[in-house]
């Protein structure tokens, strides 16, 4: 009940301080990437439960002769790289708080795809609600391997606590600041899991 109600109002404090902030960063996503400005995508929740999340665009919709989407490190301009290095992409999350699907700190949402690939360790990150950040986020990010990754979100499942959530949020501020373990070398943000161990 504490970790909801501490999730609630820094979403609300957050969304009121930050939304002219917030308001800039539409323009601008809208200026340099075009509509829609908010990017949803179907993701996996508490206890696996879907839930749509939304976050600011951070890509072009580019597509090859096929008409499919280009891969992900093309269609990244230098203003995405930008907005993710930034984290300002994450910001529309704190709707997703406010709704209950998210929590502020939590293993980051991955997608639905991967929900069969886990090995029943893994599949514990579920067992809590989804973070706009997480033990991971402030301990590699994206520059971690998968199974460093998942053995980070449950030591945070198994060790989650309200002066924990604290810790990893002031870290967190730091990390965006100094814009550290952005994306894995020689990918867009971290190569696909595909279930290895």
Known sequence: MLKRVF???????ALCLLSPFI???WVLVATNLGTPVLFTQIRPGLNGKPFKMIKFRSM????????QLLPDDVRLT???????ASSLDELPELINVLKGDMSLVGPRPL????????NNEQAK???VKPGVTGWAQINGRNAISW???????VWYVENHSFWLDIKILFLTV?????RENISQTNHATMEKFTGHE
Do not use: C, P, Q
């Not at 999730?7 to 404090?13: E, G, H, I, K, R």
């Not at 072009?60 to 008409?67: F, L, N, P, Y």
């Not at 997608?111 to 886990?118: A, F």
């Not at 730091?174 to 100094?178: D, E, G, N, R, W």
């Open 23 to 25: 308001l800039i960063v």
């Open 147 to 153: 199974a460093e990754k998942f053995k980070l979100d």
């Open 125 to 127: 990150r579920h067992n």
């Open 60 to 67: 072009t919709d580019a597509k090859g002769e096929t008409g």
């Open 78 to 84: 230098r203003f995405g790289r930008w907005l993710r």
């Open 174 to 178: 730091k990390k965006v600041v100094v």
């Open 111 to 118: 997608l639905m795809e991967y929900l069969s690939l886990y």
């Open 7 to 13: 999730d609630v109002l820094v979403a609300l404090a």
